[in-house]
Each structure stands twice: as structure tokens, then as C-alpha cells.
């Protein structure tokens, strides 16, 4: 499946209501679609069917915020919920179309939080950082 990637600096990215800003510098939200778009099954009479499957929209969406940051321990603090939570959300990118600004906007929606950093603090990461890894059971794009 495709990658796409989203410049953390340029983009805002809401989860259940909080926004996320405290990424290390440079780096990306990642979004990797899950599911197959769409199905086509060939028939021995020779007819095909094309059909959408259930899981066409989910997504594994990855962000890296720094470590101990404010972000990182609300991210921790859902980890810890019981029982586990699950949330919404959005990453909103602005970009220009035929010198017009244009907004690409993925609703991020049911969503989980499926890896998380370990508890021991590694000083010998160069960047220090946290990764954190959602399922995303369904994420659809819009430009407008």
C-alpha cells in the first residue's frame, strides 16, 4: 500500500479535540491505507464485479512527538485509559492549486492507539523522540 506522508511542520493534526504540534523537527505524519480501494471479481461467464470492501478506509497513522513533551504524556495518559479509548480526529494540510489555496483534509475516525514507546527512556536516541502508532478504522480524504 501507498505511504503518504504529511510535513508534521505544515500540517495540524487534531486528536480527540487536542492538537498535536510538539513533533521533532522535520519529520512527518505518516498515514498508510490498510484496505484495497475497491474489489473485481472475474466471473466464468466473463463478467466482472468491482465492489468496495469493509475495510477500504482503514489506515495505520504514525506520529513522532518529542519525548517527556506535553504531547507525549496525553498521548501516554490515553494509553493508560481504562478502559481503552477510542477517538477522532483530523490532519488538515494547506497547499496551492492553480495559484489558489487549496486544503487537503483527512478525517481520521474510531481510531486507536496500537503502539506505543516503552517505558524506559533511552538517552542515547539521537533524535528523542516517541513513536506512536493508530488504527484508523476509517479515513477519508477531501481536497476543497
Do not use: C
Amino acid at each position: 500500500m501507498a505511504v503518504i506522508n504529511y510535513p508534521a511542520d505544515a500540517s495540524t493534526l487534531i486528536l480527540n479535540g487536542f492538537p498535536i504540534t510538539e513533533f521533532a523537527e522535520g519529520d512527518f505524519v505518516t498515514l498508510e491505507p490498510q484496505g484495497e480501494v475497491t474489489v473485481a471479481v472475474n466471473s466464468a461467464g466473463g463478467g466482472t464485479s468491482i465492489s468496495q470492501p469493509i475495510n477500504s478506509f482503514e489506515a495505520i497513522l504514525t506520529i513522532r512527538v518529542q519525548r517527556n513533551s506535553g504531547n507525549d504524556a496525553l498521548l501516554n495518559m490515553w494509553r493508560n485509559a481504562v478502559p481503552a479509548l477510542v477517538f477522532d480526529g483530523s490532519i488538515k494540510t494547506l497547499f496551492t492549486r492553480d495559484k489558489a489555496p487549496v486544503i487537503e483534509t483527512v478525517e481520521l475516525r474510531t481510531m486507536h492507539i496500537t503502539e506505543a514507546p516503552g517505558p524506559v527512556l533511552n538517552n542515547m536516541e539521537p533524535e528523542h523522540v516517541s513513536e506512536w502508532k493508530f488504527r484508523v478504522r476509517e479515513a477519508k480524504r477531501k481536497v476543497t
